[in-house]
């Protein structure tokens, strides 16, 4: 065992070695174990200030609770998104999700962990991927918030559930409607499966790449809660201003 970890860590150096890091966003060298320069990854869009329930940005740290949460009922606990949706990281989602650039999303999904590692925040014991329709999970190939979860899991030592929850219908994406228009769009969009008695009682986080309102991933979180799930969480990249 311990051979065989030596040679795997071995392994590692040599294809570094080989393939060194190199930024994904300019070319230079790589820094913090991944594909982005030390110069990119500081110029990052980071939300500075967000409210402690939805993640919105807020003007600065006076208040811990924007105005929407202050006034809606939500059936997650907490998000949290480390970004903006914009520059490289909205470049980066978008060639993630449409151009099969999977190596975008492994640096999406090591940013996110390293966000994480500076909260003071409770490990899950289940991880849910929002759920991709099939119909454009066929069209896309994967989906990838699974993608993103997949190493995440991995990572933190979490059960991964990506079958409990499922996309029933096919709906319009968030970004391309109207504020108003985008609770209506995803309400009852989400079901649970009724063997998912794996999220009975355990504390669970909903990853997503990108959150808008809030509105999807708070659909996803009614089903987990309905399973049994004594909390849930939200994770994303991403979360639009």
Known sequence: MIFSAGLKKASNYIGELIYPKLCLHCGAEGEHDMDLCLRCY?????????????????????AKICGACS???????????????EGFIREAIYKFKFNQKLNLGKLLAQLLLRHIDTKDVEIPDVIVPVPLHKNRLRKRGYNQALEIARIITKKLDCELSYKSVFRN?????????PAKHRHKNVMGAFSIKKEACELNNKHVCIIDDV?????????????LRNAGAKRVDVWCVARVA
């Open 211 to 223: 959150m808008t309102t809030g509105n999807t991933v708070n659909e996803v979180a009614k089903c």
């Open 71 to 85: 006034k809606r009922k939500l059936s997650f606990e907490q998000a949290i998104a480390p970004f903006l949706f």
């Open 42 to 62: 500081e110029n990052l869009s980071w939300i500075k200030f967000a409210c402690q329930r939805c993640a919105l940005q807020l003007k600065n740290d006076n």
């Open 169 to 177: 219908r096919d709906t319009s994406t968030q970004m391309e409607l």
